[in-house]
């Protein structure tokens, strides 16, 4: 045999070998089952994050509406005064905040927002706003925009 391969050249020579063979296709499944359950935890992890944005978007949709509401109210104290009010029972407890007026009003309005700008600042109008045409004080509408935005339920004993 080595006698018939004496007179060829070297392109002949490597024509003459078998090809290699094809590798076997990589299969997508993970080959331990580590990666399987870590996929499946990645997944509802993903789901749980999901749900949560969905309920924080549907948990705020009374903020986003009483600021577009406040936005069509222009200089009316009395309207202002309304949307705070609605945006107050949206966000808590109907017994907490439906009985409120006057002083104890603006002190549920202070202790939910931290500061003092309902009993002492332009705030104060909106007790009086829904009973008696008052005038409309500089900066009632950026701090009701800064309660609606910024409210926290979490500043109020819980009622008992």
């Keep these: 045999m080595n006698g018939d391969l004496d007179g060829l050249n070297l392109v002949q020579l490597l024509d003459l070998l078998e090809p290699a063979p094809e590798p076997l296709p990589i299969s997508m499944m993970p080959q331990t089952v580590g990666w399987v359950w870590l996929g ?56 907490d905040v439906a009985g409120l007026t006057g002083e104890h009003w603006l002190a549920f309005l202070d202790r939910t927002l931290p500061g003092d700008g309902f009993s002492d600042g332009p705030g104060r109008v909106l007790a009086d706003a829904p009973y008696r045409d008052v005038t409309m004080p500089p900066g009632l509408t950026e701090l009701a925009q800064k309660w609606i935005s910024n409210h926290d339920a979490a500043l109020i004993e819980p009622h008992t």
Aim: net charge positive.
């Design 40 to 95: 499946i935890g990645l997944i509802a992890g993903l789901l749980l994050l999901i749900r949560k944005i969905l309920r924080h978007h549907r948990a705020n949709a009374y903020r986003r509406a009483a600021l577009a509401a406040l936005s069509d109210a222009g200089d009316d104290p009395a309207r202002i005064a309304q949307i705070v009010r609605r945006a107050a029972l949206a966000a808590f407890p109907r017994e």
